[in-house]
């Protein structure tokens, strides 16, 4: 039996296709190993959501190749679409499979074990890798993977979304990613319905820009969201990043009425300043932002509203970054997710002018991390004394005592202190108080 080993960078889209391939190589008879062990294939799912996340993904690639030098390498994912790929990966990659092309997996490997006895795939390579770097916007279809079982045990991720028709200006994605493509609704419920009948209580509906969904369609995500709901054994719904512009009052209401949505939402910002928003080719202002935070406050007691925030974005001056901040501050999130912006070439941020040094976006990076982690810690603690139901994930050993931990539907992480199994179970209680870290204690009530 072969030994297949497979890796995964970036966001939960991409977490959900590499659980997808695992699914499809098991189905093929391969044995999965972890990465760290001698594989007969190698499978990095790559990400170029940052310079960062390139150079990981060349880190990762090359790896795998030292793991076992006689090994099929495979690059898959965002980063091989994009032009820096064409002159960055090497010959130490074997196969390469472009985003829309992950079902293909197993076909590919036998094509190329095929060529190989001819010797035929280093040559063939370069033209591989230029007709899947050049996406050039021709309507797509949704590529249809589907998971029954997820690593998690509680919470699956459930992809219903590709592509990104936004173009921000400092994004690579929709370059590497391509337009729009919904998943059918259809497609969506029959596997809601499997990971139910496999156990798992909460589904969490991911996608490039989740928000779109149904564009392509005639579709909208607010009506797959209500299918969804109607799912027995499905007792809760997460939704992934949402663009704040979806955030209506006929939106939000009609999400309040679903008792299984968590009022947990995560609304992309990326700067608190208008001007910034109008270079970044955002499409919306901050007044129009923060008009969203205040309707779902309406509509939800005390929601967990998140961010993304960019600091250092190009031409960001003190001033603007200072006016990001007391908006940050004005609007009170849980979570801000805080990057320093990462200069993609093939972006129009790219070429603008007055880049921000490094070590300022460093310095504007760690003030709004400090004030990240006093607004988490303030909106954790407005639950200390509250009586909440928590899901329960896994057990963790702490002070000679056995917990079982798991989130509200806040997101906000509770210890339960038990001698039996509780894992994947429902336990209501009172949060009494911080047990360590981000973690509180809840009490029997």
């Known amino acids: 039996m072969k030994k297949a080993a497979l890796h995964n ?10 659980e997808a391939m695992q699914h499809i190589l098991e189905a093929a008879g391969y044995e999965i190993v972890p990465f760290t062990e001698k594989a007969d294939v190698y499978v990095i799912n790559t990400c170029s959501v940052t310079n960062i996340a390139d150079r990981k993904s060349r880190q990762m690639l090359h790896k795998a190749k030292k793991n076992n030098p006689y090994a099929v390498v495979v690059a898959a994912g ?17 196969i390469i499979i472009g985003n829309n092309k992950k079902h293909e997996l197993v076909k590919l490997l036998e094509k190329f074990e095929a060529e190989k006895k001819q010797e035929e795939t280093k040559q063939n390579r370069k033209a591989q890798l230029a007709s ?4 050039n916007h021709e309507k797509q279809e949704y590529e249809e993977l589907y998971l029954e079982r997820t690593a998690e045990h509680t919470r699956a991720f459930l992809k219903v979304q590709d592509g990104c028709n936004q173009f921000c200006s ?3 994605i929709p370059f590497a990613r391509g337009r729009v493509r919904s998943r059918k609704a259809e497609d969506v419920l029959g596997e809601v319905r499997r990971l139910a009948e496999h156990g798992y209580r909460e589904v969490v509906l991911t996608g490039i820009h989740l928000s779109s969904y149904g564009a392509d369609t005639g579709d909208s995500l607010l009506h797959l969201i209500e299918l969804v709901h109607e799912v027995e054994g499905m007792k809760r719904i997460r939704l992934g990043s949402l663009e704040p512009r979806i955030v209506t009052e006929d939106f939000v209401k009609r999400l309040s009425r679903l008792e299984k949505i968590c009022p947990h939402f995560h609304l992309s910002l990326q700067s608190g300043c208008d001007t910034v928003l109008a270079r970044m080719n955002r499409r919306y202002d901050t007044a129009e932002y923060e008009a969203g935070c205040q309707m779902l406050r309406k509509y939800f007691s005390h929601p967990a509203i998140t961010t993304d925030v960019i600091v250092g974005f190009p031409g960001e001056t003190e001033e603007e970054f200072q006016i990001t901040k007391e908006y940050l501050e004005r609007i009170h999130f849980y979570e801000m997710h805080i990057f320093k912006y990462s200069r993609r070439e093939g972006t129009k941020a790219a070429a603008m002018k007055n880049q921000v040094p490094e070590p300022e976006k460093t310095r504007r990076s760690a003030i709004l991390l400090d004030l990240e982690k006093k607004m988490s810690e303030e909106f954790r603690n407005a639950y200390l004394g509250e009586t ?7 057990k963790m050993e702490f002070e000679g005592k056995t917990y079982f931990t798991g989130y509200t539907k806040e997101y906000v992480k509770v210890a339960f202190e038990a001698g039996s199994d509780l894992t994947n179970q429902f336990v209501t209680g009172k949060i009494s108080e911080q047990l360590t870290g981000d973690i509180y204690l809840m009490v029997e009530f």
């Not at 899947?132 to 996406?135: G, N, Q, Y």
Request: aromatic share 8%.
């Open 170 to 172: 400092y994004c690579i």
């Open 78 to 94: 965002c980063y091989v679409q994009t032009k820096e790929a064409e002159t960055a990966l090497d010959e130490s990659i074997d």
């Open 132 to 135: 899947i770097a050049d996406i």
């Open 9 to 18: 960078l970036g966001c939960k889209v991409n977490a959900y296709e590499t």
């Open 388 to 394: 909440v139901t928590a899901l329960l994930e896994e």
